[in-house]
């Protein structure tokens, strides 16, 4: 089972100072491009509602390849290419805690992972990829997590798109829920269950990590972005979904041994740390990135309700869970 790559950070490592950003349309339109520099064998991936044309094979992007021929794509150069790395962040990658180096200069981001490759994202979202093990136009694994992790954060971003620690499940309403918490809260256990279940009227929509986005009114969960923990036939049922779901509660998971569940609705205030607390890759954004995060974040949390769920593992815990959740 593959891992993802996971950076260490909380709310209280983050400069919550207001910085110009450039805005979507500042962007090279709704896609983004990979290049390794050999500019051949182009081929299309939909992720996040996103276009991300690449001329090396993504293995873990293979349930959202486009079909059909892609345009003629021309490779980019990408913006500041040169510019140093001034920051290093701890991170759990390729199985084991390794310095990750960031750099940032006019809104471009460089990351580099000793044994992955550097990863050049500039302000349209071109990512350029260095010195990466690639076999046969294939991305070597480590290369790749680092790519759809910090990297794949980082271009997102630059889309007014985010992404989050979570689950989330999905009813026939096509209504999302998400249970946001830390490793070991139990957001992988509700998500499967919940869709497991006989009868269920939930379907898994997230194992690990959801993007979001919001329009100021509504939050909204994009599907169609890679698990790297879940089997072929889970993606399978998540490509079923819409591309687009409305969020309609956020709950941020604890344990607690005395059984529960148990939930407690969050303030606006409280609602919008939990979406910093369990952003992704937040720490290779930059001040730049951050404070489009923290935007996101004040908007996202006044769009929607949120709760904190204390419960345990006990499968009488989940059923409730369930028929709570049954009744929102």
Known sequence: MRSRTELIGTESDLSSTRTDHPRSEDAAGLSLQISTGSGQNWRRYMVAGIAIDSDVTIESLTAFAASGAIPLVKPLSPENPDFGLDNCVRGWTGGAWRDINVGHVGGATKIRVEGAGTFVVDRRGLISVHDARIIDGVLGDFAEEVL??????????????????????????????????????????????????????????????????????????LTSFPQLKLDARSMQDIATLPDQLHVKAVYAASLDIRGGPMQTRLSTAELATQFVKHGVGLRVLGPVGIAAHFEFATAASAAICGYRLSWSHR?????????ALNSL
């Open 148 to 221: 759809l992790g910090p990297c794949l954060a980082a271009a997102l971003a630059k889309h007014r798109i985010f992404l989050a620690h979570a689950s989330a499940v999905a009813n026939s309403a096509n209504e999302a829920v998400l249970f946001a918490g830390n490793s070991g809260t139990g957001k992988s256990t509700i998500a499967r269950v919940m869709s497991e279940s006989a009868g269920a009227s939930w379907t898994r929509v997230a194992d690990d990590i959801v993007a979001l986005k919001t329009d100021g009114t509504r939050l909204t969960c």
């Open 315 to 323: 499968p009488d815990a989940l059923w409730a869970l369930e028929k």
